[in-house]
């Protein structure tokens, strides 16, 4: 991939770099409080399965606003979208600032799920716009997925490194990303740019483009991995002596998506992909092994890998395949990639969480090895008969 700044123009940097930063707030807001997550359920009496269900109230949140408003910013522009979702991120760090606990968490999590889910087909459909050249696709993919990648990061480490000096609700992490959110809200606003509107119906359908599914499915696979990293892992790792390391593990995985960067730009979509098949299930299978034995470092060392196939080599291929393949849909289409990432991220952490209740996280943790493994396998063999009459998955 070209590196060359001529890539989009400058009177369109301004607006890239916002979008960016809408993009990495957003995503910042969504992993600040899990460091917390464990003694949100401490204070509110609960356990690891109403963990799972607050933790999954994401799903009420992103599912319906990519289901029903993805294409949106077709119609009333592709600016006012971030603009809603950066407000909805200042109402999700107010909640849980002013009355912590599992039952803020669920709101939160409802209204992060709507801002992100506004945030990534708008955001996707803008910067595909705003690049030129063969490779906008990849560019806004790799733009799109950096940004989510640092938002996830820094979220989950600044929590945790303002809890350094003791445990609280309130980390001073809360009130500067809801300041950043306000700042950016007010330049975003400022901008006297006005986006193209089609003549569409306001609420659509996500679009699927053909050979679209198997790489929904792939990613969706991917993504259930890192619902269970976020919620029910932090919760065995309090069990294990080591609540702190909750903050490292958000800080983990995204960061290894970051550092898959420079393989991956390296890289056609097709083959992060693939690679990104690889190392799913090999994350998995080391987070079993560490949540069985009570072993920190295999835990650790899954949710990197982890990390490197969710948020870097299949969500960035994934997403570039999408976008390109969805021609002047390419909100929707976005919205079809990101609505298969999230029912994976919040229907994991509920059916898995209601087997590790009634069994072990052990169990749950082996039963998705086995169906990551499955989709791997079942990928592959599609790829060994992708010129067979009828099967696009090239």
């Not at 999700?92 to 506004?118: D, F, H, K, Y």
């Not at 679009?207 to 932090?234: D, E, F, T």
């Not at 029912?343 to 169990?363: D, F, K």
């Amino acid at each position: 991939m070209s590196s060359s700044v001529e890539t989009v123009g400058s009177s369109d940097r301004l607006m890239v770099a916002l979008v960016s930063g809408t993009v990495l707030l957003v995503g910042t807001a969504v992993s600040l409080p899990v460091p917390i997550y464990a003694e949100y359920a401490r204070v509110s009496g609960l356990g690891s399965k109403a963990l799972g269900m607050a933790f999954a109230c994401y799903a009420f949140g992103v599912l319906p606003s990519l289901l029903f408003l993805g294409g949106i910013s077709d119609r009333i522009g592709r600016r006012l979208p971030l603009v809603i979702s950066l407000c909805l991120s200042i109402v999700a760090i107010a909640a849980m600032s002013a009355v912590p606990g599992l039952p803020a968490l669920a709101l939160a999590r409802i209204v992060q799920g709507l801002a992100v889910g506004l945030t990534g087909a708008a955001a996707t459909a803008l910067l595909v716009e705003s690049f030129s050249g063969a490779l906008a696709s990849e560019w806004a993919a790799a733009c799109v997925t950096s940004m989510l990648a640092v938002g996830y990061a820094v979220g989950g480490l600044a929590t945790a490194l303002c809890l350094l000096p003791g445990q609280t609700l309130f980390p001073l992490s809360y009130p500067l990303t809801l300041i950043a959110c306000v700042v950016v809200t007010v330049l975003l606003l400022r901008q006297p740019y006005v986006a193209d509107r089609r003549q569409t119906k306001l609420v659509r359908l996500p679009y699927l483009p053909a050979g679209g599914g198997w790489i929904c499915v792939v990613i969706g696979a991917a993504w259930s991995l890192v619902g269970m990293i976020l919620s029910i892992v932090p919760y065995e790792l309090s069990h294990l002596g080591h609540p702190g390391w909750s903050g490292l593990i958000a800080f983990l995985m995204p960061l290894a998506g970051l550092a898959a960067r420079p393989a991956r730009t390296r890289l056609s979509p097709y083959a992060a992909i693939n690679l990104g098949l690889v190392l799913a299930p090999t994350g998995c299978l080391l987070l079993l092994d560490g949540v069985a034995n009570g072993r920190l470092g295999p835990i650790l060392l899954g949710a990197a890998f982890s990390g490197a196939a969710a948020v870097g080599f299949s969500f960035y291929g994934g997403l570039a395949l999408i976008a390109a393949l969805s021609g002047a849909e390419k909100a929707r289409g976005s919205a079809a990639f990101f609505l298969s990432c999230y029912v994976g991220m919040c229907g994991a952490p509920v059916v898995l969480g209601w087997i590790a209740e009634r069994t072990t996280t052990t169990t749950a943790l082996a039963l998705l090895s086995v169906v990551l493994c499955g989709v791997s396998v079942g990928v592959w063999a599609l790829s060994q008969i992708r010129d067979r009459p009828g099967l696009t998955i090239r």
